[in-house]
């Protein structure tokens, strides 16, 4: 799959049920110049994708995840290979383990050996003809990132740093995919964006996931008390000018990233529709070449 240096990141939660105002958001992005969107708690019906990529030509469209624990095989292998059949090439499977504590309240199911659950998911998509090259993984740790790099086209990291980037390409090696989501805030008033980035940061500063990864990349206790320090904040979430947050994508692509999955952040529930407009504009969207990201066996 070619993908844009530049895709946008957001809750499948956000978009709007109406099919017409579906379908126009979708073709708003493409004729802005996104050429990929990433659908946050998508599920095995792939019911919203299939909204997306029947409303548009090019779009592309990747979950970013589905979740092992809750989305059944069967299922995502019927509605996959309807809508890959339908637009090929067009929908890359994010998949990954989710966390302990939400996927027990959901499931009450024991989370355990996320890892080797992970690996039979795997396996279960390779028996009902899912491929490697359709699929990438959430991948934050070196086991989950070596995993990704054995077994899919590559790793969609979600709230990590340039610096992880870099870590992620070395273990993936030169021909996988790696995707990261950067949080972006288009604020230049320091108190305003940080205020902004801290209540989207505070759900994730109590799942051991993210924490763990954060004290790999040097973080400390005291940087994820309080709702996470200054220097974590304007880590984790690119917040300024469209200058600043350009140069932000830039370290990450210059890390390793095949593509920033953007999610823009405003400190409401809605479609950031105004934003969008601003960061394509800024990023020259429709004048950028797309980069092509093939790992073997890809389309």
């Known amino acids: 799959m070619n993908v844009a240096r530049t895709g946008l990141w957001m809750s499948a939660r956000q978009w709007p049920h109406g099919t017409a105002e579906r379908r126009d958001t979708a073709q708003e992005l493409a004729e802005l110049g996104y050429d990929m969107v990433w659908l946050g708690g998508a599920t095995a019906d792939l019911e919203l994708p299939a909204a997306l990529l029947e409303s548009t030509e090019h779009l592309l469209v990747g979950t970013g995840i589905l979740n092992i624990w809750t989305e059944p095989v069967d299922l995502l292998a019927d509605t996959y290979g309807m809508l890959e059949k339908a637009h090929p090439g067009r929908l890359l499977l994010g998949v990954g383990a989710g966390h302990a504590r939400m996927v027990e309240t959901m499931t009450g199911r024991r989370y355990r050996r996320p890892l080797t659950a992970v690996v039979s998911y795997l396996d279960a998509l390779d028996a009902v003809g899912i491929p490697e090259s359709a699929r990438v993984l959430a991948a934050l740790g070196p086991r989950m990132l070596g995993l990704a790099a ?12 340039p610096e992880h980037t870099r870590l992620a390409r070395e273990i993936l090696g030169p021909g996988a995919l790696l995707v990261p989501e950067q949080k972006v805030v288009l604020e230049v008033d320091a108190d305003r964006a940080r205020t902004i980035g801290r209540a989207a940061l505070s759900i994730y500063l109590d799942l051991p996931n993210y924490t763990n990864n954060l004290r790999r990349l040097g973080f400390t206790d005291a940087d994820l008390a309080g709702g996470g320090s200054d220097r974590l904040v304007d880590a984790l979430i690119a917040w300024g000018d469209l200058d600043t947050v350009r140069s932000r994508l830039d370290e990450h ?10 999610q823009i952040l405003t400190g409401g529930h809605e479609l950031p529709r105004e934003q969008w407009r601003a960061l394509a504009t800024g990023l020259e969207l429709r004048r950028s070449a797309v980069v092509g990201a093939s790992p073997a066996g890809s389309p």
Not at 150 to 161: C, F, I, K, M, W
């Open 253 to 262: 692509r210059a890390a390793g990233a095949d593509q920033v999955a953007v």
């Open 150 to 161: 054995r077994r899919s086209a590559g790793a969609h990291p979600y709230l990590v740093t």
